[in-house]
């Protein structure tokens, strides 16, 4: 049985991750109205992953015997300056996500939970894979820029890294 501190952590990390969902879908909404259809198409397939890491923990609490929570989310904005500033507002949001995993990491150890601290392994090197793609996806936008047709060569580079979203989401560990 978790204790109740993990419990709490654990369940809070739910709604971040739900929430991380919807988040990149309002992005991937704002991306399709903007004629930007492969950072749409991205930004959907990563709140499919994004659902998919919501439900792993889910499951993980569930299997411990206690009660996993779901509980409301708030609205995500949905207007955006640019493609750049979505992807800015990805790798805050991800830079968040990444120090809530640690607090929880932390928390385990503190609380002598080896077996939550082991399972949380995962999404500690899946935290350290988000921040990368997200900070190359702006490294890719300042090289190509956003005049003329870079917009567009960033918007087919974007598309092409939707493989690798796909492939990281058939590398995720089945949901029990």
């Given at each position: 049985m978790l204790k109740p501190a993990i419990l709490k952590l654990l369940n809070e990390q739910i709604a971040l991750e739900d929430y991380s969902a919807n988040l990149y879908l309002a992005?991937?909404?704002?991306?399709?109205?903007?004629?930007?259809?492969?950072?749409?198409?991205?930004?959907?397939?990563?709140?499919?992953?994004?659902?998919?890491?919501?439900?792993?923990?889910?499951?993980?609490?569930?299997?411990?015997?206690?009660?996993?929570?779901?509980?409301?989310?708030a609205e995500p904005p949905h207007e955006f300056e640019s493609i750049r500033d979505v992807f800015e507002k990805t790798l805050i949001h991800e830079q968040?996500?990444?120090?809530?995993?640690?607090?929880?990491?932390?928390?385990?150890?503190?609380?002598?939970?080896?077996?939550?601290?082991?399972?949380?392994?995962?999404?500690?090197?899946?935290?350290?894979?988000?921040?990368?793609?997200?900070?190359?996806?702006?490294?890719?936008?300042?090289?190509?820029?956003?005049?003329?047709?870079?917009?567009f060569m960033a918007d087919k580079e974007i598309s092409q890294m939707t493989q690798n979203v796909t492939t990281a989401m058939s590398s995720t560990p089945p949901v029990a």
């Open positions: 992005m991937s909404s704002w991306c399709g109205a903007q004629k930007l259809s492969g950072s749409a198409k991205f930004l959907e397939l990563h709140s499919d992953d994004e659902h998919l890491h919501m439900r792993k923990l889910f499951a993980y609490v569930n299997e411990t015997g206690a009660m996993a929570r779901v509980g409301a989310l968040l996500i990444t120090e809530k995993i640690n607090t929880l990491v932390e928390a385990c150890v503190a609380e002598k939970d080896y077996s939550t601290f082991n399972f949380l392994q995962w999404y500690v090197a899946e935290q350290h894979e988000e921040e990368y793609l997200f900070r190359s996806i702006l490294d890719m936008i300042d090289v190509v820029g956003l005049e003329g047709r870079g917009l």
